[in-house]
């Protein structure tokens, strides 16, 4: 018999294969049923468990400078949340409760504005409600603070152990704050729309194209599997230069305050390229500050005054119905005009008498400009307008910025039976001397900048490329509009007389001692609207238009001003702006060799501020002082110890900074703002500046003690 009876093996075996064959026959059924009678039920349940074409948005793009400094980028903010279920059922509730002391007093570090007992509390109330999406702090937060917060206890697990998850924003920002705030652009409050300037003109561009994903949640997790991924937004290079742009506007508000001006509008344009270097737009708010609230130079339709007389005088030199030679009779500074008195600035004094073609622009003779033009263009105004039209004055630029609005200058129009239906008398007399039309400043430089350019009439840039992944896309050049606006002797003979109306004339203001400046001015009452001039009104238009060097033009320039109550110049007020401007735009552009001024018999020592330590030694190397007392030779970024040093029998002296007082609040008054700022964060202090300026005041007292998250408002002026 043998060892094993397979009598006895066989049945079993058999047993167990009906046994699994029921299994199958039961999976192929309840498979079949799924498949057929239970078909929408898990149709309904898997798509319960699945999101299909979410949205994902591209990273927008940058603007940049001329010389590629950020002026407007994007940059990552968080909200951060704690799905409790999650860490429940991820087992890691215990851990949780005994790390949560600790957790609230990290937190409490990283948001000194509340307790660690507020934390626990409030997350303990999260926890016990089982909340899937409890916010750990309402508002959103840096990258920083957000890792500060992830490598807290608990928190720097992954999402699905720990229940700590964000939500991730591209928020805009402008490194440079309010410079050309209004010409670079904004975003609405959601930092997702443009709202004006360029952010908005070239927004399909920056914004880029969102992506597509779907997610499948598997084992209590979604998964992002990626259908079509996001294309991020192009950066565009813009034209304006930083430098110029800050110099324009510490320029322009500092006489807005001296004045008490309401708006003020300065532009700086490169002549050669007609590229837009630098451009402000300030207006007076109810709190007295200025900001940026509208772009007046793209936008504000007013009568230019006495700018526009530069236009008239060149139309009748380019006709050859005058000569610089030309004379005429002004009076004693008031002449009727067709019922309507014409007058002088100095009529109480008894006006110009007879005056030189040259001298009606050196002395912004109201009476002797319109004369000139209505005694040759009375009877054919259309010629005159015409005459204006081929100046550039009308031209539509199709500037890039929403808002814009091109000039309106009115051409004269007849009927069938020859007579003007849009003209009157005295029609052609005001609009000589810039009354009666409608250009926006961008309009009038890009005319003077013409003149400079020895006639030619460039398209202003603000954006000279669009860049993708450091590969140009996009090249704008410099555009030609009108390669002759006059003739050549009419371009030289007006730069002669706009270079006397600023040495002689009533531009002296806008002149300099250092190269020649060429320009008109401008004082034009403003109407207000329906109501006219005669209401009792008082508000003016303040004006400098010109280019500097006038013998090598560069740049031109055109500041306006409107102001409320005499006294009233443009000369006097925007000029001395332009002044400023173009001193500090040619110093910048000096290239001379320190050596060359330095004194060999002085024994000047010079005294530094502490503030940005790296741009300190940049200059004071530069000028011949080397710090080298027991130093490495490059400055310890923080708080270093000021030391002294002998170079050249020159001693240079320092303001010290000890590191005992690295714990304590700078004094920062006197510091432009660049300054002002490094120094504060160095103190581990946000700095908040308000105004433009050096600071005046600090709202926390030098000496006090730093505490972590403190913040400071510096008050610039």
């Known amino acids: 018999m043998s060892k094993f009876d397979n009598s006895k093996i066989m049945p079993r075996y058999s047993v167990i294969a009906i046994i699994m064959s029921l299994i199958a026959v039961a999976v192929i059924g309840k498979t079949i049923y799924t498949m057929t009678a239970g078909r929408s039920y898990w149709m309904e349940v898997a798509a319960s468990q699945k999101k299909d074409s979410v949205s994902i948005k591209p990273t927008r793009g940058n603007i940049l400078s001329c010389n590629g400094q950020l002026m407007a980028s994007s940059i990552p903010e968080f909200k951060v949340y704690m799905d409790f279920n999650a860490l429940k059922v991820a087992g890691n509730d215990t851990a949780f409760i005994d790390s949560i002391n600790y957790i609230s007093k990290g937190l409490n570090n990283i948001f000194p504005e509340k307790s660690a007992s507020y934390f626990k509390q409030y997350l303990m109330e999260g926890y016990h409600k089982e909340s899937k999406h409890w916010p750990i702090w309402n508002e959103r937060i840096d990258y920083n603070t957000f890792k500060e917060i992830q490598s807290l206890p608990i928190f720097h697990l992954s999402k699905y152990k720990s229940g700590f998850h964000w939500d991730e924003f591209n928020a805009r920002r402008r490194p440079f704050g309010s410079l050309a705030q209004r010409t670079i652009g904004d975003m609405f409050g959601a930092k997702d729309t443009a709202r004006c300037g360029l952010e908005l003109s070239y927004d399909s561009i920056l914004r880029g194209t969102n992506g597509i994903i779907h997610r499948r949640k598997v084992r209590n997790m979604f998964l992002d599997i990626t259908d079509t991924p996001p294309i991020d937004g192009a950066d565009i290079i813009t034209t304006i230069d930083v430098s110029m742009q800050d110099l324009a506007e510490r320029a322009l508000i500092d006489e807005l305050k001296e004045i008490n001006g309401n708006v003020g509008v300065a532009i700086v344009m490169e002549v050669a390229t007609g590229d837009v270097k630098a451009i402000v737009n300030l207006d007076k708010c109810s709190d007295g500050e200025y900001r940026e609230v509208k772009n007046h130079a793209v936008s504000d339709l007013l009568e230019p005054g006495s700018v526009f007389k530069t236009a008239s005088i060149m139309t009748a030199l380019d006709d050859g119905v005058v000569d610089t030679m030309y004379t005429v009779q002004t009076g004693p500074g008031v002449w009727n005009m067709y019922g309507r008195d014409m007058k002088d600035h100095n009529w109480t004094r008894g006006g110009y008498g007879t005056l030189t073609l040259p001298w009606t622009l050196k002395y912004s003779s109201n009476i002797g400009v319109s004369r000139i033009i209505d005694l040759h263009y009375h009877k054919n105004p259309e010629k005159f307008v015409q005459g204006i039209y081929d100046l550039g004055l009308a031209t539509d630029f199709h500037i890039p910025i929403v808002g814009y ?313």
């Not at 090249?475 to 009419?490: C, F, G, W």
């Not at 007389?497 to 403003?526: H, P, R, Y």
């Not at 010079?606 to 400055?635: E, H, M, Q, R």
């Not at 007082?661 to 700078?666: D, E, F, G, I």
């Open 405 to 717: 609005s091109p000039a309106r200058i009115r051409m004269p129009r007849k009927n069938s039976r020859g007579q003007y239906v849009n003209w009157s008398a005295t029609a052609l007399p005001w609009m000589s001397i810039g009354y009666e039309t409608q250009i926006p400043p961008i309009s009038t430089i890009a005319f003077y900048n013409a003149i400079a350019n020895g006639g030619k009439l460039m398209q202003p840039r603000f954006v000279k490329q669009i860049v993708k992944n450091g590969e140009v896309i996009y090249d704008n050049p410099p555009k030609v509009l009108k390669e002759h606006i006059a003739k050549e002797s009419t371009i030289k003979q007006i730069t002669r007389i706009l270079t006397e109306v600023v040495s002689e004339g009533l531009g002296k203001k806008a002149g300099s001692d250092k190269f020649l400046v060429a320009g008109k001015t401008g004082t034009a009452q403003m109407s207000k609207g329906a109501l006219g001039y005669k209401t009792g009104g008082t508000n003016y238009l303040l004006s400098f238009a010109g280019f500097f060097p006038a013998n090598n033009p560069r740049y031109s320039c055109i500041v306006c001003i409107q102001k409320t109550g005499l006294p009233a110049s443009g000369g006097g007020m925007s000029g001395v702006v332009f002044h400023h401007i173009a001193e500090g735009i040619m110093a910048q552009s000096l290239k001379l060799n320190v050596t060359d001024a330095r004194d060999k018999e002085s024994i000047l020592i010079p005294t530094a501020k502490t503030g940005n330590l790296l741009a300190t030694d940049y200059v004071l190397n530069a000028l011949g002082f080397n710090i080298t007392n027991g130093w490495n030779g490059s400055l310890p970024f923080g708080n270093p110890i000021w030391g002294k040093t002998i170079t050249n029998s020159k001693t240079l002296s320092f303001q010290k900074e000890n590191l005992s007082k690295a714990h304590l609040v700078p004094d920062v008054h006197g510091m432009g703002a660049r300054d002002a700022v490094y120094l504060m964060e160095t103190h581990g202090i946000k700095a908040i500046i308000i105004g433009r300026g050096r600071v005046i005041q600090q709202s926390l007292a030098p000496g006090e003690k730093v505490k972590k998250g403190m913040r400071c408002e510096l008050r610039m002026g």
